[in-house]
């Protein structure tokens, strides 16, 4: 049985999309002639907790977890936040930033780069030289963010000589989270600089779609990938009929992704049709929701904590109709297609989606024919899909997607011995990976 080394932050019990993709994938690789022996943290600084998600670690799975320094500690001593406060993808979240919190935004972009769990390089190169050695690792996945860890992968790699792999998930220096770090130009450069290093010598990047590889591409000209997050199956829950239409959204909800558009198509709706319909969020919501709620005094909102997966499933059956809104305004917009969405086609939901046309999101959803996606400011659109799962909640109650030849290229299983083929052909010295 060859072995893959997966460097990974994100790991059980932390909660999340972070942590869905390399686990998912773990569950399938032994089937397809390869071992997951993982690296990970003990004490991870994640932006949530999920014990259910433990149960879901594959059996095949050699798992060592290592120490490693963060600076979290200090930001909540400096920023007033409890020792037990989880820490978001951004930090700094407050609607308006005191002295404090505008020092620790400084330091984040200009003095931990490429972020802010960078004191984990060095124990990925030590343990990881250990692990290589004791386990006889074959390759080298790491899956990102948090970038950091690339940057202690590429030197394994290159102390070891074990073909590498490096997955991003998510863009590193396009990121939109980035956007309001102001970075100086030494800090902006070195960023630059490790990105384009971990591009330029790993033997080959996967990331989650084509228009994600272009850019990626024009940075450094490497062999690329496409591995799609996924689904692993259809959720076979109980759905119960229910009082009110619910247009259901989970996660964490940024301010880049709010839902202007549907808000508005929901408050114009006829009152007979929009008393009847609740809006449901569940998860963490960006500093500042509170003025969306006083803005739209019509719909009715309501907003749930963060809850462990098997726990929001439960919920999410119930839904009428699941909804996501797309980055606007940023340069990979088109290529954005998150853990979120594939959650959502196991529902077998309608999805109403809002971001740019012709893009992965768009793509998929016409090719499973779960929903639609509509452009920024297309209301009307929003408005007749919105009337029309309406009609057919008020006759059926519960409303189900059928299921279709579609879905099947965004699987995981399929998805995972794509992948596993290009560990194959990697080890192998074939140069037809992607």
Not at 226 to 254: M, P
Not at 407 to 418: E, I, L, R, W
């Amino acid at each position: 049985m060859k072995k893959v080394l997966i460097i990974t932050y994100y790991w059980p019990p932390a909660g999340g999309p972070g942590v869905q993709r390399t686990l998912k994938f773990t569950k399938y690789m032994k089937e397809n002639g390869w071992q997951p022996v993982i690296l990970t943290v003990e004490n991870p600084t994640s932006p949530a907790i999920d014990y259910g998600l433990e149960k879901e670690i594959s059996k095949d799975c050699i798992i060592y977890k290592t120490k490693t320094f963060e600076p979290f500690g200090m930001y909540k001593k400096l920023t007033g936040k409890s020792k037990d406060a989880l820490i978001p993808k951004d930090v700094n979240t407050s609607a308006k930033r005191n002295f404090k919190e505008k020092i620790s935004k400084y330091i984040r972009a200009n003095v931990f780069i490429p972020d802010a769990r960078m004191g984990w390089i060095p124990t990925i190169i030590k343990e990881g030289k250990k692990i290589i050695e004791k386990e006889n690792i074959d390759l080298i996945f790491s899956s990102s963010p948090p970038h950091s860890l690339q940057v202690g992968s590429y030197f394994l790699a290159k102390k070891t000589g074990v073909k590498w792999v490096a997955d991003f998930r998510d863009p590193w220096t396009n990121a939109y989270w980035l956007k309001n770090l102001k970075k100086n130009k030494f800090s902006s450069w070195l960023d630059n600089k490790l990105e384009r290093k971990v591009l330029k010598n790993a033997d080959l990047v996967t990331t989650v779609s084509d228009e994600i590889i272009e850019m990626l591409y024009e940075k450094e000209k490497n062999e690329y990938a496409l591995i799609h997050n996924g689904f692993e199956k259809f959720y076979d829950l109980d759905s119960e009929s229910t009082e009110k239409f619910i247009v259901l959204f989970f996660g964490n909800l940024v301010k880049e992704e709010n839902h202007d558009e549907i808000y508005d198509a929901i408050d114009s709706l006829d009152e007979s049709i929009r008393d009847r319909i609740e809006f449901h969020i569940i998860g963490n919501v960006f500093a500042g929701f509170d003025e969306v709620i006083k803005k739209y005094k019509n719909l009715k909102f309501v907003l749930k904590d963060y809850m462990p997966k098997e726990e929001l499933l439960k919920e999410a059956v119930n839904a009428s109709v699941l909804i996501i809104t797309y980055l606007k305004g940023i340069e990979y917009s088109k290529g954005t297609i998150s853990a979120k969405f594939f959650d959502y086609l196991s529902l077998q939901k309608p999805i109403l989606a809002v971001g740019e046309k012709e893009g992965v999101a768009d793509l998929a959803l016409k090719e499973t024919d779960a929903g639609e996606l509509f452009a920024y400011n297309d209301v009307d659109g929003i408005i007749e899909f919105i009337k029309k799962h309406f009609s057919t909640w008020e006759k059926e109650k519960v409303i189900f997607n059928k299921q279709n030849s579609g879905y099947n290229k965004y699987m995981t299983a399929g998805n995972v011995k794509k992948l596993c083929k290009i560990f194959d052909s990697l080890i192998s010295g074939e140069n037809n990976a992607r």
